[in-house]
């Protein structure tokens, strides 16, 4: 709220942004060069995590101070003179109206090679994504897209959006020929795994030749099948660990893991009043307690609901320093860092130019639900042409434009004059049917 009345008394200061496609300015900067091309599975690059907006976005220092502008909360996305995302994706973003100092939405838009694990001695040169490595080996490439939504600082998204497809791709460097390969997963890699293909096609060492270890050896007549799809997805599980390691602490007996309809007064111990657990799908009654009275763990219900009435989301990175309001308790022993992770297998389906994945912050889902997103989209894609790549930056833009509204007196207004998003928008528009010619 506080957002708001800042914004709706705050000067228009440069407008409400230029619309897709518009021409630059004579006098404007040229654009800088093009970014590089896929990137190899490396270490984290130099600069660690200081403030930036994303690199694919190619900010001049003028760009960049009209980017961070909250008055005026120009739209920034990718440049059409300017080398294209992956796939033709479309991307969008704007700053919040005031409730913190920079934008702390992150995104990152990749194409990565995985190299095969090698010993410490191997340093190989970074590839391009042609599909093949030396000795006419097949190399994994994947694309990768990512937003992430920072709060209390920007600090934990700029990391996460600069290192975590590295550790993905570290994840997979084992599995390279095993997602190869079709035949099933092998249960145990053997110290000879990271060989090349033509040693591992010698004839197999005999029990004579090698002592296998006790735990290598099958115990059991029937062995639990690995999908690749599974291995897949332990890999990403695996790089979102690798990035939010906990670090409990001692939470004490301040907090009390039951939910009532509101909160118990004092007055009230020893009456039957309504409760639920965390197994509890209905409700039941219980005679208060003195441990009864202890704050809940979560307060509040849905968009409102709070874990100890300080974070909204139990899922995500950093927060190591946060604690409750006015005490010394931790809250990360509560936050997990552990995804949920969906498949959707693109080779099952035919897709047509029309057909999208839409990724967006809170910014976007606040005040936009699933049918008027998707109309949005539909409605941009219906004015150009199949095969134009920059309708899906357009659409991105569009979706931000919308949710973001109009600057009036009463603050920021959708179309419908309810109140506007306030805070970081960021979207990505990706067409499924990938970056081929449609006719």
């Known amino acids: ?20 496609g518009a021409q630059r300015p004579r006098d404007s900067p040229a654009p800088p060069p ?67 100092q920079h934008n702390e939405d992150q995104a990152c838009c990749e194409v990565v090679v995985v190299d095969r694990r090698c010993s410490p001695r191997c340093n190989p040169a970074p590839k391009e994504c042609t599909g093949e490595a030396e000795g006419g080996r097949k190399d994994l490439c994947f694309h990768y897209w990512g937003l992430f939504d920072g709060h209390a600082g920007s600090g934990a998204a700029v990391m996460a959006s600069k290192l975590l497809h590295l550790h993905i791709c570290d994840q997979l460097r084992d599995l390279v020929d095993i997602l190869q390969d079709s035949s099933p997963a092998p249960l145990c890699l053997q110290s000879d795994s990271r060989a090349l293909p033509a040693e591992r096609n010698r004839a197999p060492l005999t029990q004579a030749d090698v002592e296998l270890p006790n735990d290598a050896l099958p115990r059991f007549h029937l062995e639990k099948a690995v999908s690749h799809e599974s291995l897949v997805i332990g890999a990403i599980e695996n790089a979102f660990k690798r990035m939010g390691f906990l670090r409990p602490e001692l939470l004490g007996n301040e907090f009390t893991h039951l939910e009532f309809p509101r909160r118990i007064q004092h007055k009230e111990l020893g009456k039957k009043m309504l409760y639920r657990d965390q197994n509890m799908d209905g409700w039941a009654y219980k005679r208060i307690e003195e441990d009864d009275l202890k704050f809940p763990l979560i307060y509040g219900e849905g968009k409102k609901a709070r874990v100890m009435a300080t974070i909204g989301v139990t ?8 604690k409750v309001y006015n005490s010394d308790i931790h809250i990360k022993p509560f936050l997990s860092c552990v995804p949920e992770v969906r498949v959707y297998d693109l080779t099952q389906y035919e897709h047509c130019p029309d057909d999208v994945l839409v990724l967006g912050t809170d910014g976007l889902w606040d005040v936009t639900n699933d049918r008027e997103v998707a109309d949005v989209v539909t409605e941009v894609l219906m004015g150009y042409e199949p095969n134009d790549p920059c309708r899906y930056t357009v659409a991105a833009y569009e979706l931000v434009l919308r949710s973001r509204g109009v600057l009036k007196e009463r603050g920021w207004r959708l179309a419908n004059d309810k109140l506007g998003s306030g805070d970081d928008i960021s979207v990505f528009v990706v067409p499924l049917g990938g970056p081929g010619n449609y006719t």
């Open 315 to 322: 899922r995500g990175l950093g927060d190591h320093d946060l």
């Open 34 to 100: 093009a970014p590089p091309g896929p990137s190899a599975c490396r270490g984290p690059p130099a600069g660690g995590g200081g403030f930036s907006r994303p690199a694919f976005l190619q900010l001049s220092s003028e760009e960049l101070q009209r980017a961070d502008d909250h008055a005026g909360r120009a739209v920034q996305s990718p440049r059409e003179t300017r080398r294209r995302l992956p796939w033709s994706t479309g991307y969008a973003e704007v700053i919040n109206a005031g409730k913190s």
């Open 1 to 20: 709220m506080l957002g708001r009345v800042r914004t709706a008394v705050a000067q228009l200061v440069g407008g409400l942004g230029p619309t897709p």
